[in-house]
């Protein structure tokens, strides 16, 4: 990836131990993507930990990406399901400024890799049903608040078990633009998507119980889309079908 003078970004690759803006002590590498890298970074003052999101100057344009993803977080602080912001700072890297967005730092596993662990790379269709209720509980409270999420995955949902449930959160939230039906319906498809993919995906799919089928709707959009409008009608639903 180039930057806007022609350097390449890549990565920061800033080192743990370094200290940024004379308040946070880098940690370890959290994850990477399309957007930029997310550190973990301890408050020096304090010794609370955090995440920082670094982003790359060619995906946040005059900061909108940053701005988005900040205003985004605020307004659903009320969501358990959602992380903490806490703070936008900047640095210069490499003669740029990059900005960064420090979040609530949470531990657990992201689901991609929950699902590696297990046996067959999948989870029985029961437990899957318990993960995507929690799930869509969590997202239906962002649509009732008039968002979205914009980038359900397995890579954004971060896991941890928790008794005979799941701890979620959800990271990475995208902006495409004032929220319109349309977006509702991503997050609901995306959701069952992640719920397909959790129980085996394509290579189990015609072997399924009937009870799977009837939530996948074959991943078709428009059955989806028929069956459940909102995150919310997905939770009612899974709370009170009939077993065959
Ligand atoms: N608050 C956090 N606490 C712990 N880990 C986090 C946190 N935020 C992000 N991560 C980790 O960093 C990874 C990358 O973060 P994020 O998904 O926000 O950026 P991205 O992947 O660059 O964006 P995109 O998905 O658009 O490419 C996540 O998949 C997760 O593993
Ligand atoms: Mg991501």
């Known amino acids: 990836m180039s930057a806007s003078n022609g350097q390449e970004f890549n990565t920061f690759g800033f080192q743990p131990g370094r200290r940024l803006v004379g308040k946070y002590v880098v940690g370890e590498l959290l994850g990477k993507g399309w957007e930029g890298e997310v550190y ?3 408050e020096a003052a304090t010794g609370v930990e955090r995440a920082a999101k670094f982003f790359f100057p060619e995906r946040n344009p005059r900061d909108k990406t940053i701005t988005f993803y900040a205003k985004k977080l605020n307004k659903l602080r009320s969501c358990p399901m959602i992380i903490q912001y806490h703070t936008q700072e900047s640095l210069w890297y490499r003669g740029h400024r990059i900005p960064f967005l420090v979040s609530e730092y949470v531990q657990g596993e992201l689901l991609s890799e929950l699902l590696k662990r297990q046996r067959g790379k999948r989870l ?7 993960l995507l209720h929690e799930l869509a509980v969590g997202v239906a409270q962002i649509h009732k608040l008039g968002e979205y999420h914009g980038d359900l995955h397995d890579d954004n949902v971060i896991v941890e078990r928790v008794g ?6 959800l990271v990475d939230l995208y902006y495409w ?6 977006h509702v319906i991503d997050d609901v ?5 992640m719920f397909y993919d959790s129980v085996g995906g394509a290579r189990m799919y015609p072997t399924q119980p009937p009870e799977v089928k009837a939530i996948c709707c074959g991943l078709k959009r428009s059955l989806i ?7 919310a009608h997905l939770r009612d639903y899974l709370e009170s079908f009939k077993w065959s």
Do not use: N, P, W
């Open 124 to 130: 029985h269709h029961f437990e899957a049903m318990k």
């Open 189 to 193: 498809c995306a959701l069952i998507r």
């Open 164 to 169: 005979l449930g799941y701890e979620l959160k």
């Open 225 to 231: 889309e028929k069956k459940f409008r909102t995150a």
């Open 177 to 182: 633009g004032r929220r319109t039906q349309e």
């Open 40 to 42: 973990h970074v301890t």
